[in-house]
């Protein structure tokens, strides 16, 4: 995942109002290839909104959004999109579940069930084909929904807040988890949250936005060491610009 400087994503100047509140002012992010970005801001900021306008599912007011030099303003289907809260069906089984994208392109259960089953043990889902959502630790829907995200197969991929609802110590090793499958994905990440560690440890890049309405406040670039390890978060470096991050937000 070294980040090189082709361009896949460019996000250039949009603006965004519901009901004549300014939620999104002019921002301007751009995501290279196989680069991890992070759009890091408090609650309520405006961040999911900015990617349902990069996904095409909501129209901004102002600007555009390029896609590999291609204008896909308010166009869907380019990109696989975790939304936050991405919940699995619980009447489906994890297969089922993870097979709804290639169903919805159109596929035949049968076929979607044996391509999706591939990357089961990829996944750290093996033995879990079969079973409902109640039947999987937090962790494991978690992985099943980054699963089904990834059935979407586009290159570029947004999460937003995927460990969001995780204890402390199964968001760490998920966190973990994810760098180590992005290495062998060849996917260039946006991702969404509000904890600063994770963003410093997963990034390559971080966009710390203002409250709303939302403005970039500064871009980081993180220097750190890959691949990454737990033990980085207490090393001085780590925390000299978690220190920084701190003082911005
Ligand atoms: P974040 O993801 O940073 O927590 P959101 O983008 O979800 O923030 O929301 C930012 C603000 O925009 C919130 O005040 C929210 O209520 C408002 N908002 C988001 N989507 C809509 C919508 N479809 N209609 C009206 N208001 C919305
Ligand atoms: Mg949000």
Redesign the pocket.
């Known amino acids: 995942m070294t980040s090189c400087q082709k361009n896949k994503v460019e996000i250039n100047n949009i603006s965004k109002s519901?009901?004549d509140?300014l939620?999104v002012d002019d921002i301007t992010l751009n995501l290279n290839e196989k680069e991890f970005v992070t759009i890091l801001?408090?609650?309520?900021?405006?961040?999911?909104?900015?990617f349902?306008i990069i996904s095409g599912l909501?129209k901004p007011d102002d600007g555009n959004i390029y896609i590999e030099g291609e204008d896909y303003t308010s166009k869907t289907g380019r990109v696989s999109y975790m939304y936050?809260k991405d919940l699995l069906m619980p009447w489906k089984k994890i297969i089922d579940n993870v097979s709804l994208p290639l169903v919805l392109k159109g596929m035949d259960k049968k076929q979607a069930r044996k391509k999706v089953a591939d990357y089961f043990h990829i996944f750290g889902l093996d033995g879990f084909e079969y079973k409902y959502p109640h039947q999987l630790s937090g962790g494991m829907k978690q992985r099943a929904a980054l699963l089904r995200t990834y059935m979407f197969s586009e290159d570029i991929i947004l999460l937003?807040e995927p460990f969001g609802g995780l204890d402390a110590i199964t968001k760490s090793k998920m966190q973990l988890w994810l760098l180590d499958i992005l290495d062998k994905l060849e996917a260039s990440i946006f991702f969404?949250t509000?904890d600063v560690e994770e963003a410093i440890f997963l990034s390559d890049r971080i966009y710390i936005?203002s409250e709303?309405p939302?403005n970039v406040k500064e871009e980081i670039i993180i220097d750190l060491p890959k691949p990454r390890h737990k033990d980085i978060v207490t090393t001085n470096k780590f925390n000299d610009i978690k220190k920084h991050i701190l003082d911005i937000l």
């Open positions: 519901f009901e509140l939620i801001g408090p609650s309520g900021s405006g961040k999911s909104t900015i349902n909501m936050q937003d969404i509000h936005l709303r939302a």
